[in-house]
């Protein structure tokens, strides 16, 4: 089943299978983001091994959201289950996560990727200075990366989670 212009279900599987690609077009290009995010952090990260004495990094890993998990926040949330907007509703179908050792190392990233010429801060949640009810700390970030793809550049979305070896186990 996929949805048509008019938000209406169908059946046919030529929409189907054209619906299918276009998704497939648009994970793809959010893995890119994440791997321009990752690049940048990978590239700090080395930095501080070999010529600071110092490294605020301890771990990074990514994501990306499956199909099944956005059609389901997609659903939850009433958006409609088309690429454009999945993309202009859903902020974290890319993710990275940053471990730091100390609180004031996530502050210290923070200010570095963002001060990156081609990252725009698109928002920021500061979980740290205002805890969640739950006690849940951590520093996220929703920023937009350049994608140079063969025919275009495309913004792409990418959320960054920042966060203590401490908070990350307590997440977890």
């Known amino acids: 089943m996929s949805v048509d212009a008019g938000d209406e279900a169908t059946t046919d ?18 893995q890119f983001g994440v791997d ?9 990260r080395k930095e501080f091994h070999h010529i600071h004495e110092y490294n605020p990094i301890e771990h990074v890993g990514s994501r990306l ?9 997609a659903h939850r949330r009433g958006i409609p289950l088309t690429p454009s907007a ?4 859903l902020f974290d179908i890319g993710g990275v996560r940053v471990t730091c ?15 990156q010429r081609d990252v725009t801060l698109l928002q920021e949640k500061d979980y740290i200075a205002a805890p969640k009810g739950n006690g849940y700390k951590s520093l996220h970030l929703i920023v937009s990366v350049p ?20 908070m990350d186990f307590w997440a977890s």
């Open 65 to 73: 959201k499956s199909l099944e998990s956005i059609a389901a926040k």
């Open 147 to 166: 994608v140079f793809l063969s025919d275009r550049v495309e913004q792409v979305v990418v959320e960054i989670q920042l966060r203590t070896i401490a």
């Open 36 to 44: 321009e995010v990752m690049t940048k952090i990978m590239i700090l």
């Open 101 to 115: 050792s100390f609180i004031s190392d996530i502050y210290r990233m923070r200010d570095l990727l963002i001060g």
């Open 13 to 30: 599987p030529e929409d189907a299978r054209e619906l299918g690609a276009e998704f497939r077009r648009l994970l793809m290009t959010y």
């Open 86 to 89: 999945v993309r202009d509703s």
